[in-house]
DNA sequence: AATAAGTACAACCGCGAGGCT
DNA sequence: TAGCCTCGCGGTTGTACTTAT
């Protein structure tokens, strides 16, 4: 490694303001890179990698300042879930936010609740499942009311025509009883593996959804 | 009021990738 | 192509602050 060829004795802990101030002027004057530049030209008792450091996460003026918010939150819970701990990946989705700031959010506020990042994954795809299952059930409520409409035209085709039925209609109408048949099973199916997952969370994964 | 426990976050460390000579 | 340098990443530690007992 070449951070510390420069010097022996590199200076530690928490940065001074007049250390950021040193660290700031070097970057307008030199631009951001060649870390290792740093001590010699910005007069800094810190290694390359320190500086770097300070910079990246602390003095970059794009920085959002302040808490996470709900929503920031809610963007790195799924792409935890998706990614794990590809903590700069989740930061590239972030503007402002970075991967030491995200991987500190997650720890205090995540990892305690013991949940390992298959756990996620697993209750992740839970939702995923949750969320088809109420698509698949406002659909069949939409064919059951088609059903319904198809019901009063065939009463009302009896009441007319009982002596001449049209075998493309009735087809038709096989067809659709089929389909609701098919998607029933399909819920019933996906009703075992979701029912873990609350509504709150549909309702999160349709903010998640609506982002892009 | 004292202090132990918990929380939040800044900073450091080790490792590996990629570029350059 | 081997070795060195620079940089980025993820894990871990240190510490100040807050809350509970």
Excluded at 48 to 73: A, F, M
Excluded at 150 to 175: A, G, V
Aim: hydrophobic share 30%; charged share 30%.
């Amino acid at each position: 490694m070449g951070w510390e060829a420069v010097e022996d004795v590199w200076r530690k802990g928490p940065w001074t303001a007049e250390e950021d101030r040193l660290l700031i002027e070097y970057v307008k004057l030199h631009g951001d890179g060649r870390w290792n530049n740093v001590s010699r030209l910005a007069g800094l008792k810190r290694n390359g990698k320190s500086c770097r450091l300070r910079w990246v996460n602390y003095l970059r003026p794009d920085l959002k300042k302040g808490q996470i918010t709900p929503h920031e939150e809610r963007i790195i819970l799924e792409l935890h879930s998706r990614w794990g701990n590809r903590w700069s990946t989740i930061a590239r989705s972030l503007p402002g936010r970075t991967d030491n700031e995200i991987k500190n959010y997650w720890r205090t506020h995540f990892k305690k609740n013991g949940k390992t990042s298959s756990e996620r994954l697993e209750k992740s795809q839970a939702l995923l499942i949750k969320r088809q299952l109420f698509q698949l059930q406002q659909h069949q409520k939409q064919q059951q009311q088609q059903d319904q409409i198809d019901m009063e035209k065939i009463m009302s085709f009896f009441d007319k025509e009982s002596d001449d039925r049209s075998p493309s209609f009735t087809q038709e109408y096989q067809s659709t009883r089929d389909e609701q048949g098919f998607l029933s099973s399909l819920i019933n199916g996906y009703a075992n593996l979701a029912e873990t997952t609350s509504n709150e969370d549909i309702t999160i994964w349709d903010d998640l959804w609506n982002l892009g």
